[in-house]
């Protein structure tokens, strides 16, 4: 006979059945019994974040770092406030396909529709940003439910699940049985490409002279990264990544070429326009990728591997679909692909990449020997710092993401955790939490901006209470630095709404605990590094850096991607921002 259990408790026997011994919460009333329950499975860690959007984005970057693993990250809170406040990180892991289920305690199922005190509809309202969601009222359903979620969430293109479970669920007892199977005769996820299309696929490489492959996310999440290797070095092809497919390929790999798109670097944008094929794998041709889309890769073909069959031909028509999982159907295709060397394309980009070089703002700085400490060399410091080492970046969004996407040479994949298609400022350090979870071994690099900090700037008391080896760098220059240089640039330097009047940093850390300290001069970098990495638990780094500084290049939605806004011939004159509450 099947064991007799709560809700509750068979939620947690679901959770453990299913891999899951960290969870990120925050508890409330009609969570309770789970979390009376959770007493019983001390098994299963509990990380109390100190906001339910906190919870949601430690969980998601605990999945991405986890990917190679087949982790599914785990968020829970309560209903009204506490489901609502993670809607935001919901959003962020279904923009990004991170595998996640969110669990949300719901009023007793006799109350649904009542407007009962802290009842939402949080299926509802988590609808358009969830792969599926399940509104749970009888406990017997628990098992099968989560043992769905999972499957779902983990199989095809991951994504988030949310289940919402009915306080009258928690707490009923009912046997508690397991499915051996899961039962999803609509859900099919497409595993193997279609002969045809892999001939055609074949055909157009085998004719092209000026191949890229553009590398996204996709690569990661199906662990694709052997084969992508040995499908641009079988064919001599460069590889440009984007802002989520860094590490597909180790930027140190003669053909990887770096991030594309409105803040990639010259020489990857101008391979793209004048590539005569793209090979697109695991990436939805997204706008900031794209630039004008009219004016996009005007002369290539266009061979798209992807397994959600809805983003072929939404943004960007292509001449051949490979439908299927990214790592199956690159195995599948490899054998047809002939060796190929392309010694004149491969010229063509170095000249243009050198032509970048001479654009660069450390390297300019560096050979001056002067000038301010700006956010790109606080990152290429970084960088070196960390060299060789397993490393851990999670960041915010802003300026100092994009610094980080160009300064900062991923060499592995799951080493950068950012928030890329829903821009979510304040991601950084309660990713770097979650990533500090799923890997006590290694060290987490926090790069935040000072108007993202302060979003979650809470979770600081979670590194703490955890115990996580956690270094935080802030890149201060006093503004919300990607809203004011889109002022700057389109605006006419109107800048409304942009300049942040900051707290002491390095007195906030103190509050909870943490060594902190402030560098101003180009000097002060290495030694500040050095301080991190000599204390094994939270350390903050505040870099105060020139408020106008600007990322290039630049390329706005509206204009084509070889039509770019690049680094200025001559760097223009900044000044750096003296103190937390200067006025630029």
Same mark, same amino acid.
């Given at each position: 006979?099947?064991?007799?259990?709560?809700?509750?408790?068979?939620?947690?026997?679901?959770?453990?059945?299913?891999?899951?011994?960290?969870?990120?919460?925050?508890?409330?009333?009609?969570?309770?019994?789970?979390?009376?329950?959770?007493?019983?499975?001390?098994?299963?860690?509990?990380?109390?974040?100190?906001?339910?959007?906190?919870?949601?984005?430690?969980?998601?970057?605990?999945?991405?770092?986890?990917?190679?693993?087949?982790?599914?990250?785990? *968020?829970?809170?309560?209903?009204?406030?506490? *489901?609502?406040?993670?809607?935001?990180?919901?959003?962020?892991?279904?923009?990004?396909?991170?595998?996640?289920?969110?669990?949300?305690?719901?009023?007793?199922?006799?109350?649904?529709?009542?407007?009962?005190?802290?009842?939402?509809?949080?299926?509802?309202?988590?609808?358009?940003?969830?792969?599926?969601?399940?509104?749970?009222?009888?406990?017997?359903?628990?098992?099968?439910?989560?043992?769905?979620?999972?499957?779902?969430?983990?199989?095809?293109?991951?994504?988030?699940?949310?289940?919402?479970?009915?306080?009258?669920?928690?707490?009923?007892?009912?046997?508690?049985?397991?499915?051996?199977?899961?039962?999803?005769?609509?859900?099919?996820?497409?595993?193997?490409?279609?002969?045809? *299309?892999?001939?055609?696929?074949?055909?157009?490489?085998?004719?092209?002279?000026?191949?890229?492959?553009?590398?996204?996310?996709?690569?990661?999440?199906?662990?694709?990264?052997?084969?992508?290797? *040995?499908?641009?070095?079988?064919?001599?092809?460069?590889?440009?990544?984007?802002?989520?497919?860094?590490?597909?390929?180790?930027?140190?790999?003669?053909?990887?070429?770096?991030?594309?798109?409105?803040?990639?670097?010259?020489?990857?944008?101008?391979?793209?326009?004048?590539?005569?094929?793209?090979?697109?794998?695991?990436?939805?041709?997204?706008?900031?990728?794209?630039?004008?889309?009219?004016?996009?890769?005007?002369?290539?073909?266009?061979?798209?591997?992807?397994?959600?069959?809805?983003?072929?031909?939404?943004?960007?028509?292509?001449?051949?679909?490979?439908?299927?999982?990214?790592?199956?159907?690159? =195995?599948?295709?490899?054998?047809?692909?002939?060796?190929?060397? =392309?010694?004149?394309?491969?010229?063509?980009?170095?000249?243009?990449?050198?032509?970048?070089?001479?654009?660069?703002?450390?390297?300019?700085?560096? =050979?001056?020997?002067?000038?301010?400490?700006?956010?790109?060399?606080?990152?290429?410091?970084?960088?070196?710092?960390?060299?060789?080492?397993?490393?851990?970046?999670?960041?915010?969004?802003?300026?100092?993401?994009?610094?980080?996407?160009?300064?900062?040479?991923?060499?592995?994949?799951?080493?950068?955790?950012?928030?890329?298609?829903?821009?979510?400022?304040?991601?950084?350090?309660?990713?770097?939490?979650?990533?500090?979870?799923?890997?006590?071994?290694?060290?987490?690099?926090?790069?935040?901006?000072?108007?993202?900090?302060?979003?979650?700037?809470?979770?600081?008391?979670?590194?703490?209470?955890?115990?996580?080896?956690?270094?935080?760098?802030?890149?201060?220059?006093?503004?919300?630095?990607?809203?004011?240089?889109?002022?700057?640039?389109?605006?006419?330097?109107?800048?409304?709404?942009?300049?942040?009047?900051?707290?002491?940093?390095?007195?906030?850390?103190?509050?909870?605990?943490?060594?902190?300290?402030?560098?101003?001069?180009? =000097?002060?970098?290495?030694?500040?590094?050095?301080?991190?990495?000599?204390?094994?638990?939270?350390?903050?780094?505040?870099?105060?850096?020139?408020?106008?500084?600007?990322?290039?290049?630049?390329?706005?939605?509206?204009?084509?991607?070889?039509?770019?806004?690049?680094?200025?011939?001559?760097?223009?004159?900044?000044?750096?921002?003296?103190?937390?509450?200067?006025?630029?």
């Amino acid at each position: 006979m099947p064991p007799q259990m709560t809700g509750a408790q068979m939620l947690w026997e679901s959770l453990i059945r299913e891999g899951v011994d960290v969870v990120f919460g925050y508890p409330g009333g009609s969570i309770m019994p789970v979390y009376d329950a959770l007493l019983d499975y001390p098994q299963v860690r509990h990380v109390l974040t100190r906001h339910e959007q906190g919870a949601a984005h430690a969980a998601d970057a605990y999945a991405r770092t986890l990917r190679d693993q087949g982790k599914v990250g785990v *968020a829970m809170a309560t209903s009204g406030p506490g *489901a609502t406040n993670l809607t935001t990180g919901i959003a962020n892991a279904f923009m990004d396909s991170s595998p996640v289920v969110f669990i949300t305690g719901q009023v007793s199922a006799e109350y649904l529709g009542t407007d009962a005190f802290q009842e939402i509809d949080v299926t509802g309202i988590s609808l358009p940003i969830t792969k599926h969601n399940f509104l749970v009222t009888r406990a017997e359903d628990i098992p099968r439910v989560v043992r769905e979620a999972f499957h779902i969430a983990r199989t095809g293109r991951p994504g988030p699940v949310l289940i919402d479970l009915c306080k009258n669920a928690q707490n009923d007892t009912a046997p508690f049985v397991w499915p051996t199977e899961v039962r999803l005769p609509g859900y099919r996820p497409p595993q193997r490409a279609d002969e045809d *299309a892999l001939a055609e696929a074949t055909r157009l490489l085998a004719e092209a002279q000026r191949p890229v492959i553009l590398a996204g996310q996709g690569v990661l999440m199906s662990g694709a990264m052997p084969e992508l290797r *040995a499908l641009a070095e079988k064919a001599d092809i460069p590889v440009a990544m984007t802002l989520l497919g860094l590490g597909a390929l180790p930027l140190e790999h003669h053909l990887a070429l770096g991030m594309m798109g409105m803040h990639g670097e010259y020489f990857v944008n101008m391979a793209i326009q004048h590539a005569d094929l793209l090979i697109a794998l695991g990436m939805r041709f997204d706008d900031r990728v794209t630039g004008k889309l009219e004016a996009y890769a005007p002369q290539a073909r266009k061979i798209h591997v992807e397994v959600d069959p809805a983003e072929i031909g939404k943004n960007v028509p292509v001449d051949v679909a490979l439908l299927g999982d990214l790592k199956t159907v690159l =195995r599948q295709w490899l054998p047809r692909v002939a060796e190929a060397r =392309r010694p004149a394309w491969r010229e063509q980009i170095a000249a243009w990449r050198a032509d970048t070089q001479e654009h660069d703002v450390v390297h300019k700085t560096r =050979r001056n020997g002067k000038g301010p400490l700006r956010g790109p060399e606080v990152i290429q410091r970084l960088w070196e710092t960390t060299a060789g080492q397993d490393v851990i970046i999670a960041t915010g969004v802003g300026q100092h993401q994009m610094w980080a996407a160009q300064y900062y040479r991923f060499p592995q994949p799951y080493r950068l955790v950012t928030s890329g298609g829903l821009g979510t400022m304040g991601f950084g350090l309660p990713a770097g939490v979650g990533a500090a979870v799923a890997h006590p071994d290694k060290e987490v690099w926090v790069i935040e901006g000072d108007g993202g900090f302060q979003m979650t700037q809470a979770e600081m008391a979670t590194a703490v209470q955890e115990g996580l080896n956690i270094k935080i760098v802030v890149l201060n220059n006093n503004y919300l630095g990607m809203v004011r240089q889109w002022q700057e640039l389109f605006y006419d330097r109107r800048y409304s709404a942009v300049l942040l009047h900051n707290p002491d940093f390095v007195k906030l850390a103190d509050a909870h605990g943490i060594p902190a300290r402030r560098v101003t001069e180009r =000097r002060e970098v290495d030694a500040a590094f050095a301080f991190a990495r000599q204390h094994q638990g939270p350390v903050l780094l505040e870099f105060r850096v020139p408020p106008e500084d600007n990322v290039f290049p630049m390329v706005t939605t509206s204009d084509p991607l070889h039509e770019m806004i690049r680094r200025p011939e001559e760097e223009p004159h900044v000044e750096r921002s003296d103190w937390a509450g200067a006025a630029p």
